[in-house]
């Protein structure tokens, strides 16, 4: 398995841009599958991206055209920029990695989006 750390969270206006980091410790980064799942009080866990092994992206509709999704194998790292941030985007955002299998089975401690109106 990955450590994974989740970075760059903050408070925004709406409106605003956010990106957020995830560093992956361990070996292998490159095979793994990565994604940004978010988690607002009260609201179910929601996958708002991911970006597989081989480059392939999925959004969640709530945030196609604002999100996006990218990795960076060399450094060990998946970002999540986030444009056109709404308040309805504030949650706690989680990085998960998977190798095998469709659960995701790594997971960050988290790192808190705040969007003001």
């Known amino acids: 398995q990955v450590q994974l750390v989740e970075s760059g969270g903050g408070l925004v206006q709406a409106g605003g841009s956010l990106r957020l980091s995830c560093a992956a410790s361990?070996?292998?980064?490159?095979?793994?599958?990565m994604a940004w799942f978010r988690q607002a009080p009260g609201k179910e866990r929601e996958r708002v991206g991911a970006?597989?092994?081989?480059?392939?992206?999925t959004y969640a509709d709530s945030v196609k055209g604002r999100f996006t999704i990218s990795r960076d194998n060399p450094k060990n790292t998946v970002y999540l920029q986030m444009n056109s941030l709404k308040p309805d985007d504030t949650a706690v955002y989680y990085c998960a990695a998977r190798r095998v299998g469709p659960s995701y089975n790594s997971w960050g401690q988290g790192t808190q989006v705040t969007v003001s109106s």
């Open positions: 361990g070996r292998s980064f490159s095979s793994y599958d």
């Open positions: 970006v597989s092994w081989s480059g392939d992206k």
